[in-house]
């Protein structure tokens, strides 16, 4: 299509040449308008120097065609025509015109196209009678049409890309969240075996080492993601999101055992009917309910002994249960509390899933939180 649209502006442009010789003009004033547009429409994007701006591209064809005219017009002659090459190429310029130069440039460029095209009637007539008129009617639509197709893709441009850089920003949103949820998770479980490791190292200094090893553990896990999500935030190309850090139900096992400490238990109950093949949205929102649940005991429940994750499958949901049974005591800073937003946005993921989300007080003792997701299947 695109070799079929240059060997017809090329043959227009020929043409041209022959209207000129065909009255008896010097065929190298009309050549010199045409190579200039024709340099101007058909020069290779890739190849094209950087001084080439589109303002330049546009403003210097019309320039020549408008100095042409006036040439004509003072010089006397009569019956100078111009033929579809020039009139095809010009409107092509006020097209790049309107959708590609920058503001200002873009009207100025396009007003200084139309007038070129609408002066051309002038230099076989020489005088605003009819047929110029009816000429510059035509020309004036022609104008209107390019003029408006070009605005029209120029809005379709503008409108695409801030929507790509509204997707830009709230995926750059979610990963820094993503960051809080993971750092949050780890930086907690340091800061209580940290005092764990100062009560031990009184009472039973032989036990230290599993201790130290967790807060080892754990503070290179952090500093993983960490690093794992700046490196996604500096990326901007379209597969950063493919590589955030999100988990998924095999994560979750890794969850419950780096979980575990000396003083708690954590157990995993996986229900045989729950399958690896889940949509990746649903389990990476599984994922986050089992962390923000396990990081809330750490908070606000170092007590518990014994903590447990359930993942169900009844009909076609799926269910994560995350239960303790601790009675709320805690000896962790007040600035590691945290704000309870953790729950605020678990429960956005979540319903934004099509699911719910229940946390609440056991009977007796401890605290559970449930969560459902629809699976699609029946």
């Not at 010009?90 to 139309?114: K, N, Q, T, Y």
């Not at 419950?256 to 996986?270: D, I, M, N, T």
């Not at 007040?334 to 056991?362: I, M, N, S, W, Y």
Request: glycine fraction near 10%; aromatic fraction near 6%; hydrophobic fraction near 50%.
């Amino acid at each position: 299509m695109r070799g079929f649209g240059v060997g017809f502006l090329v043959a227009a442009s020929a043409y041209d040449l022959l209207i000129a010789g065909g009255f008896g003009h010097a065929p190298w004033p009309p050549a010199a308008v045409l190579l200039a547009g024709l340099a101007a429409v058909l020069w290779p994007a890739g190849r094209r120097p950087r001084w080439l701006t589109p303002q330049l591209r546009t403003a210097v064809p019309a320039a020549v065609s408008v100095l042409f005219t006036t040439g004509v017009l003072l010089a006397g002659y009569t019956k100078v025509p111009s033929g579809p090459g020039e009139v095809l190429i010009l409107l092509s310029l006020l097209f790049v015109a309107v959708r590609h130069c920058p503001w200002p440039w873009a009207l100025l460029c396009g007003v200084l196209d139309a007038v070129a095209l609408l002066l051309l009637p002038v230099r076989y007539f020489r005088s605003l009678d009819e047929e110029v008129l009816a000429f510059s009617v035509v020309g004036l639509v022609l104008v209107g049409i390019t003029a408006g197709l070009a605005g029209y893709l120029r809005s379709l441009d503008y409108r695409r890309t801030v929507a790509v850089g509204e997707t830009r920003r709230a995926e750059r949103v979610a990963i820094a969240a993503d960051l809080h949820d993971f750092v949050a998770h780890h930086v907690t479980g340091i800061l209580v075996q940290t005092q764990m490791a100062r009560m031990m190292a009184a009472r039973q200094p032989q036990d230290l080492d599993p201790v130290l090893a967790g807060i080892e553990r754990a503070a290179t896990e952090a500093l993983a993601s960490m690093r794992r999500t700046v490196g996604v935030l500096r990326d901007t190309g379209p597969e950063a999101a493919d590589r955030r850090p999100v988990g998924d139900l095999a994560g979750i096992t890794d969850l419950v055992e780096g979980f575990a400490s000396p003083g708690q238990k954590a157990v995993l109950h996986r229900d045989p009917a729950v399958c690896d093949d889940l949509p990746h949205e649903v389990q990476a929102a599984a994922f986050r309910v089992v962390q923000e649940a396990l990081t809330n005991v750490r908070r606000h429940a170092a007590d518990a002994t014994e903590v447990t994750v359930r993942l169900a499958c009844p009909g076609d949901r799926l269910e994560v249960t995350v239960a303790d049974d601790g009675r709320g005591g805690t000896q962790l800073p007040e600035a590691a509390h945290g704000g309870g937003f953790g729950l605020v946005g678990l429960r956005e993921r979540v319903t934004a899933l099509g699911g719910t989300l229940h946390a609440g007080p056991r009977a007796g003792a401890g605290w559970q939180v449930t969560a459902t997701f629809p699976v699609g299947r029946a």
